[in-house]
Structure formats: structure tokens, C-alpha cells
């Protein structure tokens, strides 16, 4: 249950920093996006058919956390299109990086992922939108479109799933567990949160897998939940991620 497997300078500095959350006015009212992927086909294939469109506009890809957070600081796109998982980068992180240089942007995570953990993550970063990847590439446009109008979407094929759980987390009160976490159990939270496996949760905070898979368990049991994905509901509705 607690277990998951991998899927397959000053002066300039201020004015950058005075000019976030400002959103450049779209070329002749096109919507500006950004792609971001870590497959080159992937990134290529969206940006054909997106730029068929009259009112978008495609500023630029990314295949690396690095790279999207840094064109989103110097393009201030309207919205990125985001891998959930980005090589080593994880995209609910990178999803809470580009919005720190760039709070305008939405963010619509397009993934192959459908795990709730993962999807949470992603929400509570901040993403206005989560969409899996067999979606009807029409969806996708109107995904881009809905999110920069300011509504959010949900895949169909996880809305309801996601729905269920946040509803049974705001159904109860906030457990005792939330205030008692330390600092690691914390930052292992986050991390599944975010969508990590165990192992990849092991290698950052310097324990063995199973030791995770132990504390996680103990941190379950101090929420009174049973699952990775009732954890990160939970640690949602307290306000830990």
C-alpha cells in the first residue's frame, strides 16, 4: 500500500524581480505558451499542432527544470504545459518554481501519470489544470484556453477519483498527526506529495527504502489513514504541502 513502483545582478535583479506576476500582452491577442517536456517528439508534436491555432502562440520549450523555470522568468508565458516528470526534475516542484518567478502563469500539468498522489502534488503546487496524455488533442486546446480565462480543469478519467478523496480529507478534522510530523517526515510527505517512489524518496533524505515505507506507515497511522494518497489529502487540508 505504501509501496510504489517507477513508471515507465542588483539593479537588474530588482527590475526583474519588480516585473513578476506581470503578464506581456499576447502577440495580437495570442495566447503565449510555453511546452515543457523532456521528450523532444513529445514537445515538437505539441507545439504542430498548438501553433495551428489562431490565437496561440508557442514562446518556447523546455526539456528541464532549469531551463522552463528560467524561460518562464523571461517570458512570463501565459500558460506552460508541464511534464509531471522531467528526467530527475519533478514537475510539482518545478510547477512551484516557475510560479515563484512567474505567479501570472497557469500551469497545465500533461502527463502520462494518473496516480492521485502524484495529481494532488501537482494541485497543491499550484497547476490549474491536469490533463493524461491520451487526451483528444481538442481537449488540450480547450484546456489552454479554459486555464487562461482563469477556470481550471481536471482530466475526466481522474476528476472524480480526485474529488472523492479531497472530499473525505475536508470531511474530517484536521488529525493530530499533522502537528506532531519532524522535519523529515515532513519533507517525506512532500516528496510523495510530489509523486516519488520510495526508492527515489530514500536517495534525498538519505535513508533506506524500507525505512520509508516504516515511516510512512507511522505517519498513515498518526492520520488516521490507510494510504499514500489519503496521506498527501490529508497533509493538503492541513496546509503541509
Known amino acids: 500500500m505504501f509501496e510504489r513502483q517507477d513508471s515507465a545582478p542588483g539593479a537588474t535583479h530588482s527590475a526583474a ?7 506581456r500582452p499576447p502577440a495580437k491577442g495570442r495566447i503565449r505558451i510555453l511546452i515543457v517536456d523532456d521528450h523532444t517528439v513529445v514537445r515538437h508534436g505539441l507545439r504542430q499542432v498548438l501553433e ?12 528541464t527544470g532549469l531551463d522552463a523555470v528560467r524561460m518562464a522568468e523571461g517570458e512570463r508565458p501565459d500558460v506552460v504545459l508541464l511534464d509531471a516528470k522531467l528526467g530527475d526534475d519533478d514537475g510539482a516542484d ?25 495529481i494532488l502534488g501537482a494541485l497543491a503546487a499550484g497547476a490549474k489544470g491536469y490533463l493524461i496524455k491520451d487526451v483528444e488533442l481538442d481537449e488540450i486546446k480547450r484546456t489552454v484556453r479554459a486555464v487562461y480565462a482563469g477556470h481550471s480543469v481536471l ?25 506532531v510530523l519532524s522535519e523529515r517526515d515532513l519533507a517525506i510527505v512532500r516528496y510523495v506529495a510530489a509523486g516519488l517512489t520510495n526508492k527515489a524518496i530514500a536517495a534525498r533524505v538519505h535513508l533506506s527504502p524500507h525505512t520509508i515505507k516504516d515511516r510512512l506507515e507511522k505517519i498513515a497511522a498518526g492520520f488516521g489513514v490507510r494510504s499514500r ?10 496546509g503541509l504541502v
Do not use: F, H, W
Not at 164 to 172: D, F, H, I, L
Open 17 to 23: 524581480a519588480q516585473n513578476r506576476g506581470r503578464r
Open 52 to 63: 495551428r491555432e489562431p490565437d496561440m502562440e508557442i514562446i518556447g520549450e523546455a526539456g
Open 94 to 118: 518545478v510547477c512551484r518554481r516557475v510560479l515563484a518567478v512567474s505567479p501570472a502563469t497557469a500551469v497545465v500539468v500533461l502527463t502520462a501519470y494518473s496516480q492521485d498522489g502524484i
Open 155 to 179: 482530466d475526466p478519467k481522474v476528476a472524480s477519483r480526485v474529488i472523492a478523496n479531497v472530499r473525505t480529507a475536508n470531511g474530517k478534522a484536521v488529525s493530530p498527526g499533522a502537528a
Open 229 to 238: 494518497t489519503e496521506i498527501v489529502a490529508e497533509a493538503i487540508r492541513a
